[in-house]
């Protein structure tokens, strides 16, 4: 029988309950377990992908093109759970939902209410990841307990150990032990009102992991323990990792959490195998090189827009040895300062996706200096899309280029909406979404990255590279290396005279993991690597 793990957070936001929650996955597949990670999230709206990267981070696509919560890239690099649509549930999919089954008649007249209708819902979306070859479901529970919104889903996991019995389910809540200067202490009492307010409502947590950023004491722990009804031992200490997110599963396990569960549970796990990841976290601490990356997009002072760019720069810069220093500027500030002043210097430059006008020009600048200069280049999505149109406007000549996304009427459209997209009105879920797959031109770079001709990579866009184009790119020196399996839509472009620019329609960030960097991101900080090293880097070894 599945068993199942609810995660839930407490006493402050941001504590880092996706990732505490992709550890433990991490660490009981590490035991030879199968594994199942979904998140549940409070907010009304239907999925992330109507929502402001400043409200939300990063929109997550998956394979299946379910635009989801970026807690799920996590899951991602640290396990190997599959991830469909099932996998991210939010409160307006619940209504929603229910209202569709309300309207169809399904619940023969009888008062539609929250319990047991939604209750019954979200538990169904729990169920759902239950099945023979599942050995755990760990379900993360969005937000803060207390929030109103939060309260139908902590009742549905509350019922769900009824329906399951106690013994399958297992309860975790992550809180904040604060440090008070002033009174030189760790603070419990936060966590002991957040577990409170679980217990009011029936839930009993049987862990819980204290983020805090100084180590808990002996004393600390009894005193949690007992007013939060717990043995000392479920009283797990996750103190903050100024180096990298790779060592919150390492030292999870020093707390002993991987064997409460596995106890707490009567799971059948075999012994924790770890090697593969004590070995990325030496390569990550023992660099071989340092080098920098600009990144330039619209919500630069924003560390969740672009998650999993980021975390595919470091990846790869495990693969290459090299430390990365992630420079995020602002696309508008080199409209106002130049590419000159803020980009000189970089061993590469990365464009990442986006929507709206705001900040395209600076984007376009710092491309064309990337080209210029001969500085490692990756545009993604909306970068590969600004990457044609500097192109067109400062190679062939095209005054006033433009993707009519931005200029409707511009003279030269080289970047035109889907013939798909020409009738969709509704914003939620309705552009090119998920997998593809993608043919690559023998003897180009990306090939060579890949090692194959036959790609698959997930997309989020509405726009498209203008065919009519594409002679007059190739003659100019910019070439369509990657296209869909019938020619027709353009996935890669290339520069032929330069040391690695390439740009992609796609999001290849998705797929890269700290243990398997992602082909492109990989040719990407080899190139700079190269850079740095032929610039007399080798002397600044760190
Ligand atoms: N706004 C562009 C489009 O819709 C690019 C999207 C993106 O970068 N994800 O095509």
Known sequence: MTKHIFVTGGVVSSLGKGLTSASIGMLLEQRGLRVRMQKLDPYINVDPGTMSPYQHGEVYVLDDGSETDLDLGHYERFTHSPLTRDSNYTTGQIYQSVI??????????????????????????????????????????????????????????????????????????????????????????????????????????????????????????????????????????????????????????????????????????????????????????????????????????????????????????????????IQRIQSESIEQEGPERLLAGYDGLLVPGGFGERGIEGKVDAIRFAREREIPFLGICLGMQCAAIEFARNVIGLAGAHSTEFNKDTPYPVICLLDEQKAITD?????????????????????????????????????????????????????????????????????????WFVAVQFHPEFKSKPTAAHPLFAGFIGAAVERHLSRGGAAQRV
């Open 100 to 325: 569709n089954k309300e309207r169809r008649g399904e619940f023969l007249g009888k008062t539609v209410q929250v319990i047991p209708h939604i209750t019954n819902e979200i538990k169904g979306c729990i169920r759902k990841l239950a099945d023979d070859d599942v050995d755990v479901v760990i379900t993360e529970i969005g937000g803060t307990v207390g929030d109103i919104e939060s309260q139908p889903f902590l009742e549905a996991i509350r019922q769900f150990s009824l329906d399951v019995g106690k013994r399958n389910c297992l309860y975790i809540h992550l809180t904040l032990v604060p440090y008070l200067k002033a009174a030189g202490e760790l603070k419990t009492k936060p966590t002991q009102h957040s577990v409170g307010q679980l217990r009011e409502i029936g839930i009993q947590p049987d862990i819980l992991i204290c983020r805090s950023e100084r180590s808990l004491s002996r004393e600390d722990r009894e005193k949690i323990a007992l007013f939060c009804n717990v043995p000392i031992r479920a009283v797990i200490e996750e103190k903050d990792k100024d180096f990298s997110i790779y060592e919150v599963p390492l030292s999870l396990v020093e707390n002993g959490l991987d064997e409460l569960i596995v106890e707490a549970l009567g799971l059948p796990a075999g012994k924790l195998e770890l090697d593969n990841w004590r070995e990325l976290l030496h390569d990550l601490r023992n660099p071989e090189h340092e080098i920098s990356i600009a990144v330039v997009g619209k919500y630069a002072e924003h560390r969740d827009a672009y998650k999993s760019i980021y975390e595919a720069l470091d990846h790869a810069g495990i693969a290459h040895r090299a430390q990365i220093r």
């Open 427 to 499: 914003k939620g879920g309705t552009m090119r979404l998920g997998a593809q797959t993608a043919h690559l031109a023998a003897g180009s770079k990306v090939a060579a990255c890949y090692g194959t001709d036959l790609i698959s990579e997930r997309h989020r866009h509405r726009y498209e590279f203008n065919n009519l184009n594409r002679q007059q790119f190739a003659a100019n020196g910019l070439i369509v290396v990657g296209t869909s399996p019938d020619g027709s839509l353009v996935e890669i472009i290339e520069l032929e005279e330069h040391p």
